[in-house]
């Protein structure tokens, strides 16, 4: 079965997590992806641990599949030019460096371009490549919290970051949707183009209607702990042994959550008649609501609330999300060969196809475990190689 990117190459010289999840995403539909490290440590994610499986980063693991890894000092004039002669074949190449770091090394989207003007280069940072800060650098918690997601979680005045590197992760996903859409163009322009994803751009895509709020009212939105801003109840709540969530996001769901639960004295409230009514009277209304559901079991609620079609749930660990009947049945963990490490699994490509699949290929890269393979590909001998290592190219 042919993959919906099979034929194309993509030049990955990413690392962390923003960069290498688009590479990941291109090469699990199929592109062969190269992915390009610095002699001897390698992509930093290699080195960000805990938690480790048999001496290996669960951080660069879950991010690095379907990729050979090659090592190239790009601050020498013969890595610098193996990464053109990579480049004139490849249709992808994924960055992200500091704003002026290729151009300095030569390998920026200008340069190559001329060298090969098919090429689609996306290029990840943290504040864009544009604008009065496009140079600073921007991490993962620095964007959550500049680009307002810490202002809207946690409690009042005490701001939280989101658990997963959000800010990463939605980068890496728009940088690929990003590639797919230049890919496409290129079937009808023949021409490549500079593809900017940033950090900042994808959070505060994130905030949403958070966002518009502001523009229509000139608030800014406040923390609401476990609660929404425009939706009660839509929140947390402790039943009697564990958390439980419960998601009444409109009149007619809390209709039903009152008569399933033999609440039908709550829909006799006239603070309670809408929605709009309830947000207003939230204070009132939530601490009863707690009071009474802490009288039932997380499994009594949820089976009462399914019953009706209210979408309820507990709030899971992770072991609990991953080995979920639901999650298994989804395939939502990839199974992964490895020369290192017995069962490797970590989260599979999130979008089912029906008919072409995403696949699972090549294992998260050993360091370097391509270099010879890819050099040779290229045309260089054995000689040729063992003398780069020996000049600290490779």
Avoid at 74 to 86: A, F, W, Y
Avoid at 109 to 121: F, G, M, S
Avoid at 193 to 213: E, R, W, Y
Avoid at 228 to 240: C, D, E, G, M, R
């Amino acid at each position: 079965m042919r993959l919906p990117l099979e034929g194309i190459k993509v030049l990955e010289l990413a690392r962390t997590l923003a960069g290498p999840v688009s590479g990941q995403m291109l090469g699990d539909l199929g592109a062969e992806v190269i992915k390009v490290e610095q002699p001897g440590r390698g992509d930093e994610a290699r080195h960000f641990s805990p938690p480790e499986w048999e001496g290996e980063s669960c951080y660069y693991l879950s991010s690095n599949r379907n990729k050979r890894s090659m090592t190239v000092n790009l601050k020498t004039d013969q890595g610098k030019q193996i990464i053109h002669e990579l480049a004139k074949d490849s249709d992808v190449l994924i960055e992200n460096f500091r704003t002026g770091a290729t151009e300095k090394l030569g390998i920026d989207y200008e340069t190559l371009k001329k060298i090969n003007p098919r090429i689609i280069y996306l290029s990840i940072s943290g504040f864009g490549r544009t604008g009065p800060e496009k140079f600073r650098a921007g991490y993962d918690i620095l964007m959550q919290g500049y680009a307002g997601l810490m202002s809207t979680t946690g409690e009042p005045g005490v701001p939280y970051k989101a658990g997963p590197s959000v800010a990463d992760l939605t980068t890496g996903i728009l940088g690929a949707l990003g590639v797919l859409a230049a890919l496409l163009a290129r079937e009808n322009t023949g021409e490549g183009q500079f593809v900017d994803s940033s950090l900042l751009d994808g959070q505060i895509m994130t905030l949403n209607h958070l966002a518009t709020g502001f523009f229509a009212t000139g608030q800014s939105a406040k923390p609401m702990g476990q609660g929404h801003n425009s939706i009660v109840p839509y929140q947390v709540f402790k039943a009697s042994d564990k958390n439980i969530i419960l998601a009444a996001a409109n009149d007619a769901l809390w209709e039903k959550v009152c008569k399933a639960m033999g609440w039908e004295d709550l829909l006799q409230v006239e603070a309670y008649k809408t929605n709009q009514l309830r947000v207003a009277n939230r204070d009132r209304l939530v601490p009863v609501l707690a009071e009474r559901f802490a009288q039932f079991t997380s499994d009594e609620i949820c089976t009462k609330m399914d019953e009706v079609g209210v979408p309820c749930g507990p709030v899971n660990a992770v072991g609990e999300a991953v080995t979920s009947p639901q999650a298994v049945a989804r395939e939502t963990m990839a199974n992964i060969d490895h020369p290192k490490i017995k069962d490797l699994k970590t989260p599979a490509f999130p979008v089912k196809l029906s008919d072409t699949p995403a696949s699972v290929r090549l294992h998260p890269p050993l360091l370097g475990e391509h270099t010879d393979e890819v050099l040779s590909s290229l045309g260089f001998n054995n000689d040729e190689i063992s003398r780069m290592r020996e000049d600290g190219v490779l």
